[in-house]
């Protein structure tokens, strides 16, 4: 990040990072809260002089902070000649603007910026107009005349999003209209124009999922960072991008998986959850993951080696809940154990959810054995059909060898008796191949 920065001539963002120990917080909580931030705003391409974290049994309601503390703020503000002060916390309008007036400065919270690196990472048409509304409904009740951050940070909005472009629109000024209504009325055409392209594009998406409903869907999900795109990888054969960043992967992105027994199913890598995930964004990422929603197993991916593992599954459960995919089916995997000394670590993962699986998805331990266990647990779904093939129905041969279990084919002169094993929900579309057969039975 910061080479390009270096190659445009023009420095990063110097960011200040201020967190707030609640009251029902650990000052742990906090900490690691803080450090989760950091990264973030790295991944932002922001550089972070320095942080602090606040004790405060309730947030004050002008400015979150206290006033000794925000007086503190101020001076390190002129201090480190910082451009940006970035809150752990969500603020409320009223308590940006609030701060934004007193230390004359940007003042950017938990959700903008995580709207800023999904706005920058949004790659497919549905995911940038995603992020564009999320962007949008964000910024509408936290218009002012100071509000021009996003695009100042250059967030990069995918272009209708970029509210410092509505502003420049020229827009013809009402009776009694202000800048700010201006902005405001600007701002909900935009919401509603972004609302009408993401209903094409949806529409587009659903057709696309009916067809794969024939099949097996299995979705990754886990916290982000968790190797999620490595083990898509390394079950694919895919070459997605799979970086140390934060939100690597935005799109979910479906590839055909193939199973030990010949069998196929659909495997799909999402995008990373985290904590204190932006209600905006879960909501518009909600039709994105219906796979998740549909898919008939959840792997769980979780980073065993960072310390913090145990609350990123929480955290992970939670936005599943949210998307009302908690009660799926799931199979945890506990990825990166290469990075292991301790076996008594994942000992207690172990104990905890005993039909687990330990895998390094960089080095391949355990891969085998986790499509072992998939094909296991599909074949207990599988039905056994008897079909009698004409030689001209060779793609009803293909399909059963493709995605059942052939066993005993019996060639009696102009037809073929095949006996094999197939998933129940594949046998409309061998019907629908079997053009001359003398039927299923
Ligand atoms: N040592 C080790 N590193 C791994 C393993 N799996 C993934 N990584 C590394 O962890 C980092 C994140 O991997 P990704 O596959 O991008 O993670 P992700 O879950 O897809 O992340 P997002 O898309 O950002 O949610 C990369 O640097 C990987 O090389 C593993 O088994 N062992
Ligand atoms: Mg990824």
Known sequence: MHETYDAMNTAPTRAFLVGVKLKDELQSDAESSLEELTRLAETAGMEVLAETVQPKETPDPAYFIGR????????????????????????????????????????????????????????????????????????????????????????????????????????????????????????????????KALQKVEKHRRIQRKQRQEMINISLVGYTNAGKSTLFNALTDEHRLAEDKLFATLDPTTRLLDLPDNRHVLLSDTVGFLKKLPHHLVAAFKATLEEVAEADLLLHVVDVSHPEAESQIDAVDEVLKALEAFERPTLMLFNKIDLLENEAYPQLFRNKYPDSLMISAQDGTGLEALKDVLAERFSTQDIEVSIALSYQDGKALDYLYKHGEVFDTDYQGESIQVKAKLPQRYLKALERLTTNSTGLN
Not at 136 to 160: E, F, V
């Open 68 to 195: 000794g503390k925000l007086e503190e703020i101020e001076a390190i503000v002129g201090e480190l000649k910082v451009d940006a002060i970035i809150f752990d916390n969500d603020l409320t309008p009223a308590q940006t603007r609030n701060l934004e007036k007193v230390l004359d400065i940007v003042v950017i919270d938990r959700t903008s910026l995580i709207l800023q690196i999904f706005a920058q990472r949004a790659q497919t048409k549905s995911a940038k107009l995603q992020v564009d509304l999320a962007q949008l409904q964000y910024a509408l009740p936290r218009l002012t005349r100071l509000w021009t951050h996003l695009s100042r940070l250059g967030t990069g909005a995918g272009g209708t999003a970029g509210v410092g472009a509505g502003r420049a629109g020229g827009a013809v000024r009402g009776p009694g209209e202000t800048q700010l209504q201006i902005d405001r009325r600007l701002i909900r055409t935009q919401i509603s124009r972004v609302k």
